[in-house]
């Protein structure tokens, strides 16, 4: 499977991924080796990757609690202070294994520590293998307002090795899934429709699907890194799918959503938005919601959560001079970006999500 270049690094694959990552090692002369991990990935991927690692350096494991309620500053610090006890230098090198919370941290713990060290994203689930791998962007949650501090910053590499799924229970897969959906909506109808027989590819198919993923983030995200065009197409569902997560992250009577459930909310909700705008038909609608619904379980959110929920809107750092922006599905597989939407609207979209 072909590497592909993004934007002054390399996504490799599969076996590929570790000969480049093992010749890069050779061709540097790093002082040492940080991992990067979680508890989960700790136990379930370090074990695997360990063994086609080649090197003489001294490698340091630095392992912190997993979850998204972790990724935060607080984190960050303990990791800066244990790279700093352990002796790590500029010409240290960062591996950062786990999935979008580590490569996240992980990434803004490197970009910043003594002003910056290499790193390397090795993704174990499959939100991050076909989302956080591509675009540079690295950070860390303000208290339960998602990625609100960090930098753009790009890795050495990313490798990915579809052979890590195999530690992901079925909701995470499921999760992953959510931006491959979204991918298809905002860029490549073909794409999107052939999730419409998911049974029959999930598995047969996965190692392509994941790569055209991979592709199609990467085809945007390189016209514009820093997100002031283009790239905006890539929050379609996230404007009102990371204030939902938000909501149900920190509130004490709703269960914690994973990303892809929350996204798959958040483009149910911004479909309907698209179809009352007059961007999208009827039928495409009908096929963007029920195909989403067969995947995730609907979410009881009640009226005395939409308040609240639209409250953290407020908060998003797509927003801009005080205003709320939407990029909206013009047609399955298209886009239209600085959409504004008044609030009556997004109130019937979630009455509409309910039915």
Same mark, same amino acid.
């Given at each position: ?263 798959? &909310?958040?483009? $149910? @909700? #911004?479909?309907? !938005?698209?179809?009352? +705008? ?7 609608? %009908?096929? =963007? ?16 959560? &939409?308040?609240? $929920? @639209? #409250?953290?809107? !407020?908060?998003?750092? +797509? ?7 939407? %990029?909206? =599905? ?26």
């Amino acid at each position: 499977m072909q590497s592909i270049q993004a934007n002054n690094y390399l996504v490799h694959f599969n076996q590929t991924a570790y000969e480049a990552l093992n010749n890069h090692l050779k061709e540097n002369k790093y002082s040492n080796l940080f991992i990067i991990v979680d508890t989960q990935t700790n136990e379930y991927c370090l074990p695997k990757f360990l063994p086609l690692l080649e090197t003489d350096l001294t490698i340091e494991i630095i392992e912190f609690e997993a979850g998204e309620i972790n990724k935060n500053i607080e984190t960050c610090i303990e990791i800066w202070k244990v790279l700093t006890e352990l002796g790590a230098d500029r010409k240290s090198l960062i591996i950062n294994l786990g999935g979008g919370v580590v490569t996240d941290l992980g990434g803004f713990v490197a970009s910043t520590f003594k002003r910056g060290v290499d790193f390397i994203n090795i993704p174990t689930t499959l939100l991050s293998m076909v989302d956080a791998s591509v675009g540079g962007k690295t950070g860390v949650d303000l208290g339960n307002l998602k990625n609100q501090i960090g930098v753009i910053n790009v890795p050495q590499m990313v490798l990915i090795d579809i052979n890590y799924l195999e530690t992901l229970p079925q909701g995470e897969m499921r999760s992953g899934l959510a931006e491959m959906l979204k991918h298809g909506l905002i860029y490549d109808a073909a794409y999107w429709r052939q999730f419409l027989n998911l049974k029959a590819i999930l598995y047969d198919g996965l190692d392509a699907l994941i790569y055209r993923s991979v592709e199609i983030k990467n085809n945007i995200v390189i016209q514009d890194p820093t997100e002031k065009n283009i790239r905006k197409a890539l929050n379609f569902g996230h404007t009102l799918g990371h204030a939902i997560e938000s909501y149900f992250l920190e509130s004490e009577t709703k269960t914690t959503l994973l990303h892809g459930e929350a996204i798959a &909310i958040g483009m $149910i @909700l #911004e479909s309907y !938005i698209s179809l009352q +705008k007059g961007l999208i038909t009827e039928t495409e609608y %009908a096929e =963007i919601k029920s195909n989403l619904k067969s995947i995730y379980d609907d979410v009881e959110i009640e009226e005395n959560d &939409i308040d609240p $929920i @639209l #409250e953290l809107l !407020i908060h998003d750092k +797509k927003n801009e001079y005080g205003l709320i922006q939407f %990029a909206l =599905i013009e047609g399955i597989g298209k886009i239209k970006i600085n959409q504004s939407v008044e609030n009556k609207l997004i109130l019937d979209a979630f009455q509409d999500y309910k039915y």
